[in-house]
């Protein structure tokens, strides 16, 4: 048997050790991204997800304007800070919509009365099912959607102050 | 004392698990009248992923997105929709990472190939071997 062949085990061995050394350093990430990015927005017509404001349908998005559909919920702790920062995108001059996941129209009005309302308009999807239509997997989450109504963008997570630039970037190649 | 007090609040405190106020769906937790039909999503529910504990079936999880979940394949084939067909709209949605059933998607292929050339190595080595 030749050198080769007789270290050929031991080099495989440790190609398979560095293969889980490099694995276990960089874990892959837990992010489920929805396919729907470059389609059309699902069509849907929510209910009001809060008395005071209109209720939400695909017929909004198709205004020519990029919108910002922004995925929250009352009982979602990030979103409490988001609602700051998107307070700042509106005050800049973008759409907002919201959709409120399994979510009351008084909390709903609690929440935005305590943290801030940057929202147009806001739906209600009380049974999570317009957030699997659209290949979301929790709260919260944001999509940009292009002013044919077409899904430019996914954000899962919370907008950070230090995603306005890149949002806005987003939302001005959505135009 | 104090440490008690603490201790008291600590055991009748509720987790700070990001649930919503609202009940479950429906039919998340609740079976189909026709067997037939609870066997067929039984067995869907048993190979779609949960988005949350993402080692767990949505059948086995006990999030409130995989409850939703449930009551949308429930209610789907309750409507007679075939449960393949549902599996093919929420690949569109989440791709193939939310079903456990492998895919024929030619990323796998080779995963698939595997056996077969392990097969062909040793029936190789063994014939050496006898040859010899």
């Known amino acids: 048997m030749s050198r080769a062949v007789r270290f050929a085990p031991l080099a495989v061995f440790l190609v398979i050790v560095i293969a889980l050394i490099w694995r276990l350093a960089t874990p892959t990430s837990t992010f489920v991204p929805s396919r729907l990015e470059g389609k059309p927005l699902p069509a849907f017509d929510l209910g009001p997800g809060v008395d005071t404001k209109p209720a ?51 909390d709903v009005a609690a929440f935005l009365a305590r943290n801030g309302d940057p929202y147009d308009r806001i739906g209600s999807d009380p049974q999570s099912a317009l957030q699997i239509a659209l290949g979301s997997s929790g709260v919260p989450e944001s999509f940009i959607i292009d002013g044919r109504g077409v899904i430019r963008y996914q954000h899962i997570g919370p907008i950070e102050r230090s995603d306005i630039g890149m949002i806005e970037h987003k939302l001005e190649q959505a135009r | 004392m104090k440490r008690l007090l603490l201790l ?15 009940p479950p769906a429906y039919w998340s937790d609740r079976q189909l009248p026709d067997p037939k039909q609870e066997a067929q999503a039984r067995g869907l529910m048993e190979q779609i992923r949960c988005l949350v504990c ?30 393949s067909s549902i599996r093919a709209w929420l690949i569109q949605r989440y791709g193939t990472w939310i079903t456990f059933k492998p895919t024929a998607e030619p990323a796998a292929w080779p995963l698939w190939a595997l056996p077969l050339v392990l097969l062909l190595v040793a029936g190789y080595l063994v014939r050496r071997r006898i040859k010899r």
């Open chain 1, 56 to 106: 939400l349908s695909t017929r909004d998005f198709a205004d020519g304007q990029p919108h910002i559909l922004n995925i929250f919920a009352s009982w979602c702790v990030p979103c409490v800070s988001e609602v700051k920062v998107l307070q700042e995108l509106k005050a800049r001059g973008a759409a907002i919509e919201g959709i409120a996941i399994r979510d009351t129209p008084e």
């Open chain 2, 8 to 22: 008291i609040a600590l055991m009748i405190a509720h987790p700070l698990f990001a649930d919503s106020n609202l």
């Open chain 2, 54 to 83: 993402q080692g767990q079936s949505i059948a086995d999880s006990d999030a409130e997105i995989a409850g939703d979940m449930r009551d949308l394949v429930r209610r789907r084939i309750a409507a007679g929709e075939a449960p």
